[in-house]
């Protein structure tokens, strides 16, 4: 659904707008591509799929990138390197900038990245969730995607 269609059925009672952020990837595309398919990592995927899952019900993805802020997953880009921190990174008055055009600043945020990009988005929302905060490291980052990935799914079976 778009965000005026959200903003629509907010109108009507329903909830607050559901947003998923991935942050980007290292590993991408050597080519001009769409958001949705430059990061080819395996956390990145992992995080995406997790996002997927937790938007069963409708609510949007977005991606999270150093270089470009919150991007659609159709928007083409180049592939660049840069990482969140980094001298010609984005920072988080860009970003606020780009929720705020977008209408969606009162969504209910999830973010599905590494810490540096979990602050990054916090700026913008500050009561987000991050499920993936105080991991020990990739693995168990990994892991806890993984555990969301199967609630979701049985809680989506149980509703259905």
Known sequence: MTEDGWERARAEGAGRFR???VGCGKAKQDRRVTAGVMYVGTFHGSCRETAKALLQDGGRQYILSAAHGLLDLSTQIDPYDITVGDPGSVS???????VWERGIESAEVTVLAGSKYVALARHSWPDLQAPL?????????????????LAARA??????
């Open 133 to 149: 905060a105080g991991a020990g490291g990739i693995g168990e980052m990994k892991q806890r995607l993984s555990q969301i990935r």
């Open 155 to 160: 809680e989506a079976g149980q509703e259905r």
């Open 19 to 21: 947003i998923v952020v």
């Open 92 to 98: 988080a008055d860009f970003v606020q900038a780009q």
